[in-house]
């Protein structure tokens, strides 16, 4: 059983940056596939970035509007896993959850329902 908490939301202008922890109790989180999703108001959660299991040698996806802005990486030592988000804007803000699952196939690390595992959420603000 994994139990999941993020931190890191706030309130944060255009153009700043936040960093996003998903830190995890039991089992070791690199054995699982680790996904951020997010939820803005009136919205559907969606697919945020992706990092795979170690067999997979923790290969990283991220929907279009975030590459480039946003790194999922981990922290094995801390047994957790970070999105680092830069060049944030008002379309970013949101609820940002954490999710993880074992043995997902690549083409569905972006569904939500294919996690069993998630975290409370974050919030996080982009003021413009």
């Known amino acids: 059983q994994v139990q999941l908490v993020e931190s890191g939301g706030e309130l944060v202008q255009a153009g700043g940056s936040l960093r996003l922890s998903c830190s995890a109790s039991g089992p070791t989180l690199s054995t699982y596939t680790v996904t951020w999703f997010r939820q803005a108001p009136g919205k559907e959660r969606a697919f945020v970035a992706s990092i795979g299991e170690r067999w997979r040698g923790h290969r990283t996806y991220y929907t279009d509007s975030v590459k480039g802005r946003f790194t999922i990486s981990r922290d094995n030592d801390k047994n957790s896993v970070v999105l680092q988000m830069n060049s944030l804007n008002f379309e970013d803000t949101a609820v940002y959850y954490c999710?993880?699952?074992?043995?997902?196939?690549?083409?569905?690390?972006?569904?939500?329902?294919?996690?069993?595992?998630w975290g409370q959420g974050t919030q996080v603000t982009v003021s413009s």
């Open positions: 999710a993880a699952a074992r043995g997902l196939i690549t083409s569905s690390v972006s569904s939500a329902n294919q996690y069993n595992y």
